[in-house]
């Protein structure tokens, strides 16, 4: 992580959901965010210390003139003021109702509380707690009062709580907390980060095909992996455009969006932009064939067999390698079934890429719509490198640190 990634104090009260925080940091880890953790005393019981230590590369902090928090350069300033010197913005996750009412009364007996009030960056909260304690008017006057002077909400969502009911009051998914916070860290994109200066563009998701007006064909491509890359590119300070077929997720805030529907549409798209980008990641799952009569209108049944003449579609990749202008990165995926080794450097030296990103869809826990993904590295050197299994976000870093590892992009 280097210096001018975001930073995130990462406040922990007392909630069971605490261990979900554990993943949060890790996501956040392979977001590109530098994490510091200040957790409260009644956090302690819910929360696992050294994990969290080991996932954010920094000691958690729980005192307010403790011995864990000491300034990087030694003046010896109180460790509140030391944290939030650095932090973009300040998440409360998950934020008990003891502690959203120390915050709405501006008590500041612990390390967490007292950094809320001298803070002047955003400041986020995630309440978790039993639903009648977050309908209570006493929680509902507490949290208005913190709305009201600008704290965030990110609501918390139904479903089983710790007590065995079931109901409002579970801290909100880590997902849908990163879906708020990352732009939020992403304002400024930095600019010394190793793609700074730098125009990537990543093609992501699937296409579809159409068979009719209403009909298509398509594939499994959640467009999870290529979000992750996009964003992985923004923590890195690189100017980023997206070519995305339809997926469920929403254009990523802070790049250049391009929804596209079909593999000629992508195609063209793809062509006019790769010329003033220096790095291209194909990560969209394009569509190999394509129907060779789609039927204008809603096609009727009428009884009989219907037919289907497929023609190939054009590979995009390829003819973007042959495009290519010295300087510029290629980086392709590869889905196979099964991770043959000659196979994949063959399909990396024909598809002229400068990296081959390989999946197994074979394997159920990765891939296509899991959060997570296992992939080899190919070069057309012969070399072979495995991520091993990891949150997409993760790999994703991994994938962009190997790329500037390899020497790329040489600007002397
Ligand atoms: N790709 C492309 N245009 C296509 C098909 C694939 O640009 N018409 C790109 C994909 O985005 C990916 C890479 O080529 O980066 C490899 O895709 P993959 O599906 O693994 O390989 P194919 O070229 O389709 O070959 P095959 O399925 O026969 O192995």
Redesign the pocket.
């Known amino acids: 992580m280097s210096e001018h990634s975001p930073c995130l104090i990462l406040g922990v009260t007392g909630s069971i959901a605490a261990y979900k925080s554990l993943d949060l940091i890790r996501r956040l880890d392979g977001e590109g965010v530098s994490v510091h953790v200040v957790a409260t005393r009644n956090a302690l019981p819910f929360f696992p210390l050294m994990p969290a230590e080991i996932f954010s590369g920094h000691p958690v902090e729980t005192e307010l003139f403790g011995t864990g928090a000491r300034p990087q350069d030694g003046r010896g300033r109180v460790p509140h003021l030391a944290l939030l010197e650095r932090a973009d913005a300040v998440l409360v996750a998950p934020a008990s109702a003891d502690f959203i009412a120390r915050m709405a009364l501006g008590l500041a007996d612990d390390l967490l509380s007292t950094l809320l009030l001298s803070a002047m960056v955003p400041v986020l909260i995630a309440p978790a707690m039993e639903e009648a304690m977050y309908r209570h008017p006493a929680s509902q006057t507490h949290r208005k009062t913190l709305l009201d002077r600008g704290i965030r909400e990110i609501p918390p969502e139904a479903g089983s709580l710790a007590s065995g009911k079931t109901g409002l009051g579970r801290m909100a998914s880590v997902d849908r907390i990163l879906e708020i916070l990352l732009p939020l860290l992403w304002k400024s994109p930095p600019a010394h980060g190793s793609l700074s200066g730098l125009r990537v563009l990543v093609?992501t998701g699937p296409t579809l095909e159409p068979l009719d007006s209403v009909r298509y064909i398509g594939n499994r491509s959640s467009g999870r992996m290529g979000q992750a890359l996009a964003r992985a590119a923004l923590a890195r300070g690189a100017q980023v455009t997206v070519v995305s077929g339809p997926t469920s997720l929403p254009p990523l805030p802070g790049t250049d969006h391009h929804p596209v529907t079909t593999?000629r549409e992508m195609e063209d798209r793809l062509r006019s932009l790769f010329p003033s980008h220096q790095l291209l990641i194909?990560?969209?799952?394009?569509s190999?064939y394509r129907p060779k009569d789609p039927v204008a209108g809603k096609r009727k049944k009428d009884g009989r067999e219907w037919t289907l003449s497929l023609l190939e579609?054009?590979?995009?990749?390829k003819g973007l390698s042959a495009m290519k202008k010295p300087g510029q990165f290629l980086v392709?995926?590869?889905?196979?079934s099964s991770l043959d080794p000659a196979s994949l450097l063959e399909?990396c030296r024909n598809?002229g890429v400068d990296l081959l990103v390989a999946n197994d869809i074979s394997r159920s826990d990765i891939g296509f719509s899991s959060p997570e993904n296992e992939v080899t590295l190919i070069t057309p050197a012969g070399e072979f490198r495995i991520l091993p299994l990891a949150d997409k976000s993760v790999i994703a870093g991994q994938i962009l640190d190997a790329i500037t590892a390899t020497g790329w992009p040489n600007l002397s």
């Open positions: 093609s593999a194909m990560a969209a799952a394009v190999d579609n054009a590979d995009i990749l392709g995926f590869a889905a196979e399909k598809k």
